[in-house]
């Protein structure tokens, strides 16, 4: 990692507070949960371009940031890891089945970006006792675990995959 590593990720957070929309426009805290995304990733030991994807992850959809922008600023391996991870509104049907498959093919990095959004969401919606949402989290966690290998045994998945076995029970 960089020296300047803490200093990236303080610039990510300050690229998400400058463009993130008034929270009661989007519907669950989504500044908060861009920065836990980043925050677990980091406190877990991950990479540079992991984390600062994690902080990033949803900042295109959400904030309408430029891809070139993000590019300019964090690098081309953050941004295909966030456009991996973002949802296509374009798409009919689950656009974040796609999204999931598109991290499939982007490669590890890009999953584990997504477990950690996906595993937060899961957290989240659990604390705020949100069904429709828990539901939202157990279906992709299992199209998640569906797609990936047997053997991609990470932190992250294996702590989403505990969860969400105990939030089944």
Known sequence: MKDNFGEICEEAIRVLVEHMPAANTLIKPTLLH??????YLYNNGY???????GYLHDAIEDTGIKNDYIEKKFGKDVLDIILA????????????EESL???LAYGEDALIV???DILDNYKYYSRMGNQKGLDYCSKNTEYLLHIVSSDFNNAVVTELKKFHAEVAD
């Open 47 to 53: 990479s540079q371009n992991i984390v600062l994807s």
């Open 114 to 116: 997504k477990a950690a």
């Open 85 to 96: 991870n973002s949802k296509d509104t374009n798409i009919d049907g689950n656009s974040n």
């Open 101 to 103: 498959r598109r991290c």
């Open 34 to 39: 861009s920065i836990r995304v980043g925050t």
